[in-house]
C-alpha cells in the first residue's frame, strides 16, 4: 500500500482555478438498478475529503497512481478508503472506515522528486460492499447514499445554530476567510453544511472520521455544533492571551522606543550608556571567562534578556546575580598537584603523629598519581574517630602536601536538601548550596574539599541532605553535578573529597558506600604523652608568649593531666589543660613573679586544682559476686565492675545502674545459661524460686548497654550462687548464647588499654577477636596477658578459685 502526503504547493504554471475547473468534468459513476457502483480505490492515510469538498494530494508509486490513471483513462471517478490507523503500514480491508467519499480526480503532475500532485473533489458518500480487484490495483463495489433529507423544524434550527457557531470562529480564527462563512449561507442541505465546516476549521483526525461515518444528518449537526463550540472555546483563549500578549509587547515597544530616545540623549552629550557598557563588560568577561560549551550559551543568554529589560526592572538584579555566580565560579582553574611522596610524607610526619593508616593512603595516592598522571579518579575518604584525633588537621595536612587549596564545610545539623543543591531561581533570594559556594571560595577546580561532621546531617518534611550528597560523592556522578541555582552541569571529578564523622552507624548505607572507611582510634597514654611532648606544649609555649627553653613540662606532669584532668580519645582537651598552665605562668611572668622552670606534678595541682576525674582501678582484692569487665566508650575504653548480691525472696530479678535493653538481655541470657547448668555447677534448682538476684552496674549516672558484658555478668552470677571468688586481675568481654558459647565483640583495641591503664593483669577475649591483635601496641601486649576461650566453660576455669570460701558463723548471743 503506498502513503500519500498533503500538496502544499502547486506548480507555477498552474492555477488552482484552472486545475479545480478540471474535476467538475468529469462525470459521477453510474448506478445500477441497486444503486451500486463499481471504481477504483484511492487508498488515504491521515486525511478524508468530504463531499463536495476540493483537496490537493501527493501521489506515489504504487496502487494510489495506477487508480488514478485508470480513472483518467476511462473518464470515470475513484473511491476514496480511509484508514482507521494510519501507523499500520500493510492494511488490509478491515482497516479502512466501511464508508467512503466516490472523489474525482483532476490530472497527475509531476514534483521536481519524482512523485505526483493531483487535486480531488468528494462528490457522494458511498458504503462499501466489497473488493472486486486487488491488482494491479484495487477495485470496490459501493453503495450509493442518498443524503438529501426534507427539512424539518428541528433541522433547521441546527442548522442556524451551525452558522452561528461558524460565524463566530471564522471572526476569531485569522486563517478563515470571511467568504467561508458567506458561502455557509447559501447550503441548504445539512449534510453539505457539516462537510464544508468539517473541512474548514482544524478538527482533530478521529474527530473528522467519526462526521464521515455519521450519516443521520440531525445526528451530524448536533455532532458539528458540539466541536465547533469547543473550538469557540479555545478561540476565545487564544483571543484572551493574544491580546494580553499584544499589550505587553506594545508597551515593550513603547519602553525600548524611550530608551532608545535615551541613549541618544547621552550619546549627544557625550555620556553615553552606562547599562550597555555594563552589558558590554559582561560579554567580554563571558567570553574569557572559559566556560564550557552549554554554561557559555546560558550565561549569553541572560544578557541577552537582560538587554530586553529596563535597568530599573526587580528582575535584573536576580539575572545579574546569577551571572556573575556563573563568572565567580572556577571552571578552568586548578592547581599543580605535588606529586613528591618524600615531601608529603615529611609534611605528614612533621604534623601529625601517629595516624599510620590514614597517611600511608594518601601517599599511596600520591605515588599512583605520580606513575599515572592522567588518572582522574579522586579517592573519597571518611575519617572515622572519636573528637579530637586530628581528623581536620590531618585534612589540613593532606592539602598543603598536595600543594591544594583547603575548604572545609561542616554538615552538622543541616537539614534541608537545598543546603546542598541550593534553591531555584524562583524563590526570592535564592542561591546555590554549599558545595558550589565552596568552590567559589576555593577559586580552583581541584581543592581539597572536607565535609565535616557527616554523620549529623538531618532530615524533615524539606528533604534528605545525605540523599543529595549521593551525587556529590559518587565518582560516576559528579562530574556533571547539577545544582538547582545553576541549572547546568558542574564538573568536581576533579576535588578530593575528605568527610569526617563519629559514629559512623549514623551515616546511611548508600552514602557510607561511597565513601572509603578510615579509623581514627583514639590514642593510648602513650600516644598523648608523646603528642603533647612533640606538638602541644610546644605551641601553648609559644601562644602564651613564653620561651621553649624557660619551661619544661615534666613527663610526670604530662601523665597527670592526662589522667587526672582529662577524659576523652582525642587531645584537645589536654592541649585546654596545658594552655591553662602556660597562661597561668604567663601571668605570674607578666607580674614578675618568680616562675616555675620544671612543672611538677605538684605545680599541676596548683594551677589546675583538685583532679577532675579519677582513673578506674581493678579490684584490689577477690570477692564473691564482683566481675571486671571492660567496656568501649567513645573516649576509648573502660572497665566496669559488674556486682551481684543475693536476698532471701521469690526469685525476682533486679538490674541496676542505668543499664540498656541489649545488655538486660545479656542478664537474662547469663541466667538462664546458669538455671539450665545448675546441676553441673552444684546449684538446687529449687533455689533460684527463693532468691531475689540484685545487679547493679556502678556509675549509674552513665548509660550502659550493649552485648559484650555476657560473659562477665554470667561470671558474677556464677559465683555469687556457688559462693567461690573471682581473680581480681582478670578482665573480660565477650557475649554470651543460652548454650553457653561466647561470641567476638567490637573495641578490642579500646578495651585492652583501658584494661592496662586500669593495671589489670590478664583479660579474657572471644578467641574470634584473635585478628584484632596486630592493633594493639607491643608494650601492652608485654605488660599483659591475653586468652582467648571458645566458651564459657573456659572462662569459669580460669576466672573462679575452686573452693567456695566458708561463711563466718553468726555469734552466739
Request: aromatic share 6%; hydrophobic share 35%.
Given at each position: 500500500m503506498n502513503e500519500w502526503y498533503p500538496a502544499n504547493e502547486l506548480r507555477d504554471d498552474d492555477t488552482l482555478h484552472e486545475r479545480a475547473e478540471e474535476l467538475y468534468e468529469v462525470p459521477n459513476a453510474s448506478e445500477d438498478e441497486n444503486g451500486i457502483v463499481e471504481c477504483p480505490v484511492l487508498f488515504l492515510r491521515d486525511m478524508l475529503v468530504f463531499p463536495h469538498m476540493v483537496s490537493p494530494i501527493f501521489v506515489t508509486q504504487g496502487h494510489n497512481l495506477l487508480s488514478i490513471q485508470e480513472a483518467q483513462f476511462n473518464d470515470q471517478t475513484l473511491i476514496s478508503l480511509v484508514q482507521k490507523d494510519a501507523n499500520i503500514?500493510?492494511?488490509?480491508?478491515?482497516?479502512?472506515?466501511?464508508?467512503?467519499?466516490?472523489?474525482?480526480?483532476?490530472?497527475?503532475l509531476t514534483l521536481s522528486d519524482g512523485n505526483n500532485s493531483a487535486l480531488i473533489q468528494g462528490r457522494r458518500r458511498v458504503k462499501i460492499i466489497e473488493f472486486t480487484q486487488y491488482q494491479p490495483f484495487?477495485?470496490?463495489?459501493?453503495?450509493?447514499?442518498?443524503?438529501?433529507?426534507?427539512?424539518?423544524?428541528?433541522?433547521?434550527?441546527?442548522?442556524?445554530?451551525?452558522?452561528?457557531?461558524?460565524?463566530?470562529c471564522v471572526q476569531l480564527d485569522r486563517s478563515l476567510p470571511d467568504e467561508a462563512y458567506l458561502f455557509s449561507l447559501n447550503i441548504r442541505e445539512p449534510g453539505w453544511l457539516v462537510d464544508m465546516v468539517a473541512t474548514a476549521i482544524s478538527l482533530p483526525f478521529p474527530q473528522r472520521q467519526k462526521l464521515l461515518v455519521t450519516l443521520e444528518p440531525a445526528t451530524r449537526l448536533r455532532l458539528i455544533n458540539r466541536l465547533l463550540a469547543d473550538e469557540l472555546d479555545v478561540l476565545k483563549l487564544e483571543e484572551e492571551i493574544q491580546h494580553k500578549v499584544q499589550n505587553e509587547v506594545d508597551r515593550s515597544q513603547r519602553e525600548y522606543y524611550l530608551r532608545e530616545q535615551l541613549k541618544a540623549i547621552q550619546t549627544e552629550l557625550g555620556e553615553g550608556d552606562i547599562w550597555t557598557s555594563e552589558l558590554n563588560e559582561l560579554r567580554e568577561k563571558i567570553t574569557a571567562?572559559?566556560?564550557?560549551?552549554?554554561?557559555?550559551?546560558?550565561?549569553?543568554?541572560?544578557?541577552?534578556?537582560?538587554?530586553?529589560?529596563?535597568?530599573?526592572?526587580?528582575?535584573?538584579?536576580?539575572?545579574?546575580?546569577?551571572?556573575?555566580?556563573?563568572?565567580?565560579?572556577?571552571?578552568?582553574?586548578?592547581?599543580?598537584?605535588?606529586?613528591?611522596?618524600?615531601?608529603?610524607?615529611?609534611?605528614?610526619?612533621?604534623?601529625?603523629?601517629g595516624l599510620q593508616r590514614a597517611k600511608d593512603r594518601?601517599?599511596?595516592?600520591?605515588?599512583?598519581?605520580?606513575?599515572?598522571?592522567?588518572?582522574?579518579?579522586?579517592?573519597?575518604?571518611?575519617?572515622?574517630?572519636?573528637?579530637?584525633?586530628?581528623?581536620?588537621?590531618?585534612?589540613?595536612?593532606?592539602?598543603?602536601?598536595?600543594?591544594?587549596?583547603?575548604?572545609?564545610?561542616?554538615?552538622?545539623?543541616?537539614?534541608?536538601?537545598?543546603?546542598?543543591r541550593g534553591h531555584r531561581r524562583t524563590?526570592?533570594?535564592?542561591?546555590?548550596?554549599?558545595?558550589?559556594?565552596?568552590?567559589?571560595?576555593?577559586?580552583?577546580?581541584?581543592?581539597?574539599?572536607?565535609?565535616?561532621?557527616?554523620?549529623?546531617?538531618?532530615?524533615?518534611?524539606?528533604?534528605?541532605?545525605?540523599s543529595a550528597?549521593?551525587?556529590?560523592?559518587?565518582?560516576?556522578?559528579?562530574?556533571?553535578?547539577?545544582?538547582?541555582?545553576?541549572?547546568?552541569?558542574?564538573?568536581?571529578?576533579?576535588?578530593?573529597?575528605?568527610?569526617?564523622?563519629?559514629?559512623?552507624?549514623?551515616?546511611?548505607?548508600?552514602l557510607l558506600d561511597r565513601m572509603e572507611m578510615i579509623d581514627f582510634v583514639g590514642y593510648i597514654e602513650e600516644d598523648k604523652l608523646a603528642i603533647a611532648e612533640k606538638y602541644l606544649t610546644p605551641r601553648q609555649l609559644v601562644e602564651s608568649g613564653l620561651d621553649e627553653a624557660d619551661i619544661h613540662f615534666h613527663e610526670t606532669s604530662i601523665r597527670k593531666i592526662i589522667r587526672e584532668y582529662t577524659y576523652e580519645a582525642g587531645v584537645r582537651n589536654l592541649e585546654r589543660e596545658i594552655g591553662r598552665v602556660c597562661r597561668k605562668i604567663a601571668r605570674m611572668k607578666s607580674e614578675n613573679k618568680d616562675i616555675p622552670h620544671r612543672i611538677t606534678p605538684n605545680i599541676i595541682e596548683k594551677f589546675l586544682g583538685p583532679p577532675q576525674f579519677f582513673v578506674n582501678e581493678a579490684e584490689r582484692e577477690d570477692e564473691v559476686g564482683v566481675a571486671t569487665a571492660i567496656a568501649w566508650t567513645e573516649n576509648g575504653g573502660d572497665i566496669m565492675p559488674i556486682e551481684i548480691v543475693l536476698m532471701d525472696g521469690k526469685g525476682n530479678l533486679q538490674i541496676t545502674g542505668q543499664i540498656g535493653d541489649v545488655m538486660q538481655e545479656s542478664v537474662q541470657a547469663a541466667?538462664?545459661?546458669?538455671?539450665?547448668?545448675?546441676?553441673?555447677?552444684?546449684?538446687?534448682?529449687?533455689?533460684?524460686?527463693?532468691?531475689?538476684?540484685?545487679?547493679?552496674?556502678?556509675?549509674?549516672?552513665?548509660?550502659?548497654?550493649?552485648?559484650?558484658?555476657?560473659?562477665?555478668?554470667?561470671?558474677?552470677?556464677?559465683?555469687?550462687?556457688?559462693?567461690?571468688?573471682?581473680?581480681?586481675?582478670?578482665?573480660?568481654?565477650?557475649?554470651?548464647?543460652?548454650?553457653?558459647h561466647v561470641l567476638p565483640i567490637g573495641g578490642v583495641r579500646e578495651k585492652v588499654l583501658a584494661a592496662h591503664r586500669a593495671g589489670l593483669k590478664r583479660v579474657i577475649l572471644p578467641d574470634k577477636n584473635q585478628k584484632d591483635v596486630v592493633d594493639i601496641p607491643k608494650k601492652v601486649l608485654t605488660d599483659m596477658e591475653l586468652t582467648f576461650i571458645h566458651n564459657m566453660d573456659d572462662v569459669i576455669d580460669i576466672v573462679l578459685y575452686e573452693a567456695p570460701i566458708k561463711k563466718e558463723k553468726s555469734p552466739a548471743p
Open positions: 503500514n500493510e492494511p488490509s480491508p478491515d482497516d479502512f472506515l466501511p464508508i467512503g467519499v466516490e472523489v474525482a480526480a483532476g490530472r497527475l484495487c477495485i470496490v463495489k459501493a453503495q450509493v447514499i442518498d443524503e438529501h433529507v426534507e427539512s424539518t423544524n428541528q433541522i433547521e434550527a441546527l442548522m442556524r445554530t451551525t452558522r452561528r457557531l461558524f460565524e463566530s571567562k572559559g566556560l564550557p560549551e552549554e554554561g557559555k550559551q546560558r550565561a549569553l543568554k541572560e544578557i541577552e534578556r537582560l538587554t530586553q529589560m529596563p535597568p530599573m526592572s526587580p528582575e535584573v538584579a536576580i539575572i545579574r546575580t546569577y551571572v556573575e555566580w556563573m563568572l565567580d565560579l572556577p571552571w578552568g582553574e586548578k592547581t599543580e598537584d605535588n606529586l613528591d611522596v618524600n615531601h608529603a610524607s615529611q609534611i605528614l610526619e612533621r604534623d601529625h603523629y594518601i601517599l599511596e595516592y600520591i605515588a599512583v598519581r605520580s606513575l599515572q598522571p592522567k588518572v582522574l579518579r579522586q579517592p573519597i575518604l571518611c575519617f572515622v574517630g572519636p573528637p579530637g584525633t586530628g581528623k581536620t588537621s590531618l585534612g589540613q595536612s593532606i592539602a598543603e602536601a598536595l600543594g591544594r587549596k583547603f575548604v572545609r564545610v561542616s554538615l552538622g545539623g543541616v537539614r534541608d536538601e537545598a543546603e546542598i524563590y526570592i533570594g535564592s542561591m546555590p548550596g554549599r558545595i558550589l559556594q565552596t568552590m567559589k571560595r576555593a577559586g580552583t577546580i581541584n581543592p581539597l574539599f572536607m565535609l565535616d561532621e557527616i554523620d549529623k546531617l538531618g532530615n524533615d518534611y524539606r528533604g534528605d541532605p545525605s550528597l549521593l551525587e556529590v560523592l559518587d565518582p560516576e556522578q559528579n562530574n556533571t553535578f547539577s545544582d538547582h541555582y545553576l541549572e547546568i552541569p558542574y564538573d568536581l571529578s576533579n576535588v578530593m573529597f575528605i568527610t569526617t564523622a563519629n559514629n559512623p552507624a549514623m551515616i546511611p548505607s548508600p541466667l538462664s545459661y546458669i538455671k539450665a547448668r545448675a546441676k553441673v555447677f552444684g546449684i538446687k534448682k529449687d533455689r533460684f524460686e527463693s532468691t531475689d538476684i540484685h545487679l547493679h552496674v556502678p556509675e549509674g549516672a552513665v548509660p550502659k548497654d550493649g552485648p559484650s558484658a555476657g560473659i562477665t555478668i554470667a561470671t558474677a552470677l556464677l559465683s555469687a550462687f556457688t559462693n567461690r571468688r573471682v581473680h581480681h586481675e582478670i578482665g573480660m568481654t565477650g557475649e554470651i548464647t543460652l548454650r553457653g
